[in-house]
């Protein structure tokens, strides 16, 4: 059985301040919920005082992003290997708004994943497609281009380190959610990829996220849906009480 995965994507937002209380409010919020696993992902320059929270917590830390390098002359970035010391289990790659926004490829984030990877952490795999891809019906094209780019050269034993996220473009952000109808047949089509790219044990042990618009208010009938298994949360990671919701879903 896959075990529930809830990430929450704090994106360009909260001060140290502002973390230290968010995680203080999650970690004591989530101690009863053993069934589930919970990751937030702070700003980089907050992780430190998040991961002094958290270490003895449930809820382990995610980063954003990353540079596909060990160290060297890459002004600005930021390796695995030093996610790693600071206590990162997760890296958030591939995410809609680094491609759109930062011009990252399919190759590049390939890159990320394998050096993640490599350094023993997970990589969170996002895909997605944008409104205009869906109404033009390549929809389902796209996801298999982008998670044909991003998993190149992984094995099936690398497929341990990776989870996906799904999310539509659209709907992040937005207050657009797709439908639990909608997100289920993406994320059965992603599963028949991960099993005709790889074999049936992966594609079943592989946890594929829904992320867009996930609200205390659809988080459960979403969560009902057999082949979601968690949740990327944006805006709704950043109070406590919302957050606190999604985590304790209630499958409806
Ligand atoms: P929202 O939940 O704010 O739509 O953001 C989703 C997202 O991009 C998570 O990575």
């Not at 301040?17 to 409010?25: I, Q, S, Y």
């Not at 799904?166 to 599963?191: D, S």
Request: hydrophobic letters at 45%.
């Amino acid at each position: 059985m896959r075990r529930p995965l809830i990430v929450g994507n704090w994106k360009l937002h909260k001060t140290l301040g502002e973390t230290l209380e968010l995680v203080n409010a999650i970690k004591t919020g989530s101690e009863n919920s053993t069934e589930v696993d919970i990751a937030v992902a702070p700003v980089f320059t907050a992780l430190s005082v998040a991961r002094a929270t958290l270490a003895e917590s449930r809820v382990g830390l995610a980063a954003q992003n990353c540079y596909p390098e060990k160290q060297g002359a890459f002004t600005g970035e930021v390796s695995p290997a030093l996610l790693k010391d600071i206590g990162c289990l997760f890296v958030i790659l591939g995410h809609s708004e680094r491609r759109q926004l930062f011009g990252e490829d399919g190759a590049f984030i390939n890159r990320k994943v394998h050096a993640v990877i490599k350094e023993g952490l997970v990589a969170i795999l996002c895909i997605g497609e944008t409104l205009a891809q869906r109404e033009a019906g390549t929809t389902f094209d796209i996801l298999a281009t982008q998670l044909r780019e991003g998993l190149q050269k992984i094995s099936a034993e690398d497929m341990k380190q990776v989870v996906i996220a799904y999310e539509p473009v659209w709907a992040i952000g937005t207050g657009k959610t797709a439908t639990p109808e909608q997100a289920e047949e993406v994320h059965a089509f992603i599963r028949s990829l991960l099993a005709s790219t790889f074999d049936a044990g992966v594609a079943q042990s592989t946890r594929i996220l829904y992320g867009g618009s996930v609200k205390p208010d659809n988080v459960d009938n979403l969560m009902a849906q057999p082949d979601l298994d968690g949740a990327l949360v944006g805006g709704a990671s950043l109070k406590s009480a919302d957050f606190l919701r999604i985590i304790n879903f209630q499958k409806s």
